[in-house]
């Protein structure tokens, strides 16, 4: 455990410096005024209802600034954003961050069968590979950490945790995957190690955390 906590510290540390400015205030009534072509895929409030779209309501401000700050600068290629955030400046990056930060998050369920296996590998991980457990980054109910940057994955689409972790996984080797997690490569080097049926089980058992 010890070695996962300093891990997530450095992990924290690399995510930070990747950003290309230092974190904004943002203003929650003035992101709303931007979220008109925002809400046919994340939903008016960012609860998105496709699978296909994260749902953003209730994520750290911290978070979502960086990802908005990553997408619109191309660090984290995401085909069904292109172009949304161009021409945007970080201070509208932040308000939009703060506006989705501000709503409430709906809650998601865990497959039953997918229950035993999922609870093994968000709170132990697998010792044989490698893969850290999630619970000391993203803590024991889902919710992140939003100082340091983590994002909260109760009441997450599973589909999407899983799609993000396979996109990780293949960052880890190609970089048209997931690469943004840092210098550390936290993320890459734990979704690696984890098999198609595992980033199933753990992501619907982090999507119904509570």
Do not use: W
Not at 185 to 199: T, V
């Amino acid at each position: 455990m010890k070695k996962v906590f300093i891990l997530c510290v450095l992990a924290a540390m690399a995510q930070f410096a990747t950003a290309s400015t230092p974190f904004l205030d943002g203003d929650a009534a003035a992101g709303e005024q931007l979220t008109a072509s925002c809400a046919a895929c994340h939903g008016p409030d960012g609860n998105s209802p496709s699978p296909t779209f994260p749902k953003l309501a209730g994520q750290s401000e911290r978070y979502l600034f960086k990802q908005l700050l990553d997408i619109r600068d191309e660090a984290r290629p995401v085909p069904t954003m292109a172009g949304q955030l161009d021409g945007m400046n970080d201070q509208q990056l932040a308000d939009l961050a703060a506006f989705y930060a501000s709503q409430q998050g709906s809650g998601s369920q865990t497959d039953p069968d997918l229950l035993a296996l999922g609870e093994k590998v968000y709170r132990a991980g697998v010792a044989e590979r490698n893969v850290a457990a999630c619970i000391a980054c993203h803590s024991p109910t889902g919710q992140g950490n939003a100082p340091a940057g983590f994002p909260a994955l109760a009441g997450q689409h599973p589909e999407y945790i899983a799609q993000q972790l396979r996109m990780y996984r293949k960052g880890y080797e190609n970089p048209e995957g997931r690469t943004n997690d840092g210098d550390i490569r936290i993320m890459r080097s734990n979704a690696f190690g984890l098999s198609d049926m595992e980033i199933e089980a753990v992501a619907s058992y982090a999507a119904g955390l509570r």
